[in-house]
């Protein structure tokens, strides 16, 4: 067997294993359940946004809330920002590309709800532009980020940094992360 691949299995494991011993980020993750199951029972939504892997992590998360989880139940409002081809390349055409989650937070984003932004280097700047959004709009900001958490730490309510600076072992622990507030919010919302 290739060796590398042991490395790589054990290098997600020792994330994962950091995670676990980081009462901080446990401890935040439970608060970003807890503000979204508040915000879908104040009738608001959860709007995810992120680039490349990022936003397909965005796109399952989202899946995950508004088709289900472990539960045959009714959806919740939830939706990854990017899906509509048509809006993302008109305004990356007609603005550019830093601009097409901030304009799409100022048109669905409301009070109350809830932006979850990812990036494994908390400095893309859409992502960035779409967080400054959010905050005027006074919208609770999640921000899903590599260690530092880069330029969306200054912005977030609440910060899911991964202890890593390998973006596909952040990208998993995203998707980790992901599934454990999926659940929370479920088993809250359906008890």
Partial sequence: MDSRISEIISQSIKVKQDILNNEELLETTQRVADACIYALRQGNKILFCGNGGSASD????AAELS?????????YF???LHVNT???TAVANDYSFEEVYRRIVKSKGRKGDVLISLSTSGNSKNIILAMEAARELEM?????SGQTGGAMKELADYLLNVPSTDTPRIQEAHILIGHIFCELIEKEMEA
Wanted: aromatic share 12%.
């Fill in 58 to 61: 965005a796109q399952h998360l």
């Fill in 86 to 88: 048509s809006y993302l």
């Fill in 78 to 80: 939830a939706e990854a």
């Fill in 67 to 75: 088709g289900r989880f472990y539960l045959d139940r009714e959806p």
């Fill in 140 to 144: 609770i900001n999640v921000a899903m």
